[in-house]
Each structure stands twice: as structure tokens, then as C-alpha cells.
């Protein structure tokens, strides 16, 4: 059983398959346009639909070290930098979604919202944090950095996902229920990362390169 579950794992065509997965939220919003679906405010349809699934992907990004070790499931490491960087796809479709409909592109406006409107400020501060591990998600940045300080940096993403949270809490008006929700599970994973370097530590950084 275990050893057909990391075969699995360890396919070729299971990373193909969660590619497949990972795109079909905008397959989703293709679909739904071609339909003439996408709600009587289309563009705060994809905007919403957007933000909602770069803080999902940035969640299943950080329970992928959590699930590895408490299902002892190492090879699950394969999928953690896709998941990062379809976060990154989805936080710039967001991102496009506000600069080209809702800003006409005019940076100068854009500016003035990011420094007046607080739930925009901390957004912006989540995506330009989002922009150097997108960078350096590969093998080669990996080896440049060396392993404790590409971790180092790569824990920012920690910092992005409160951004996310603290955005999405500040922009809803009257039901909450949903941005404490993904702020419960951040602070799970937060607790969980704090409990494993307090109770264990480590005495030499080893990073998985991406397969
Ligand atoms: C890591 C970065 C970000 C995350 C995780 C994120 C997430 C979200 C989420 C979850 C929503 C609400 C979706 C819903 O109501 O269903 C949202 C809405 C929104 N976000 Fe973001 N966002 C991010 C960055 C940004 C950036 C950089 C901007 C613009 C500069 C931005 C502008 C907006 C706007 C304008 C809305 C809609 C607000 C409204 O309708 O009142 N977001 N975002």
C-alpha cells in the first residue's frame, strides 16, 4: 500500500495531473465567461474568485511540510514548489484584475490606493514578498543562496499568508467568518512550524531540491 502510494507520488503523470488541477479554478472562469456566467459584476467576480485562491494555494503550499512529516510521506516535497508558484500565478491574475479594470493601468492611482487604503497596502506588501520566492524557487537559486539562507528567506511566504489574512479581514465588511477561517488554519501551520523548531532542533539544514 505504501509503496504503491509513492509511486504514485513519485510519477511523472501525478505532477501533470496537479498541474491540470492547479489551472482549472481559471478553466473554471473561462468556462463560466463563455457561458456569460460570470455574475451581473463580472470583474469583481474574478477579482474575488482570484484573491480567494491565492490564499488557498499559499495555504496548501505550507501543509505540505506538516502532511509530509505526520503521514510520513517525504515525496510529497515534489509538489510544494508548484503550489508556490501557482500561488504566484493567482496573486498577479489578482493583481490584473485591479490594475487593468479597476485602475485603467494608471500607476499613479494605484499608488495613492496602496498607500491610502490599508487592506490594499497589506496586500501589496503580501505580493511584493511573494516576488523573490518566485525567484528563487529553482535549483540553481537553491545552491546560489545555500540551504539555510534560501530557508531563511523562503519562510517569508509565512509573512505573505498573514498579509493575505489580515487583507481579506480588513476588506470584508460584515461576515468575518470566512477570513478567520483561513486565519485559524495559518495558525495552525504557524503553531505546528514553532512546535517542531522549539521541541527538535536541528543540527544541519538539508533543502530538497525541486524534482
Ligand atoms: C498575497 C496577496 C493577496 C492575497 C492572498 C489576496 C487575497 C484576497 C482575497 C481572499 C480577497 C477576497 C475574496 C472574496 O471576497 O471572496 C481579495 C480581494 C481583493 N483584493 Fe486581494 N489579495 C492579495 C493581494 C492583493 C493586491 C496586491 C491587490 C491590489 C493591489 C489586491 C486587491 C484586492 C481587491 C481590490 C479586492 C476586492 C475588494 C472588494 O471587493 O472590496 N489584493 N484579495
Redesign the pocket.
Known sequence: MRDSLRQLLLSRWTKLVLFLLCLSPVGYVFWRAYQSNLTANPV?FV??????W??RF?LITLSITPLRKLLNLPDLIRFRRMCGLF?FFY?CL??L???WP?QNFDFAG?WK??SKRP??TV??L??I??IPLALTSTKGWIRRLGGKRWQALHRLIYV??L???V??YW??KSDHR??LF?GAILALLLLYRLSVSILKPRPAVTVSPPR
Do not use: R
Open positions: 469583481e477579482q474575488h474568485f482570484t484573491g480567494d491565492t490564499l499559499l500561488a496573486v489578482h493583481l484584475t485591479y490594475l479597476d494605484m490606493d496602496v487592506f490594499i496586500g501589496f503580501g505580493f514578498l511573494l505573505t499568508a498579509c493575505g489574512v487583507h481579506y476588506l470584508v470566512l477570513p483561513y
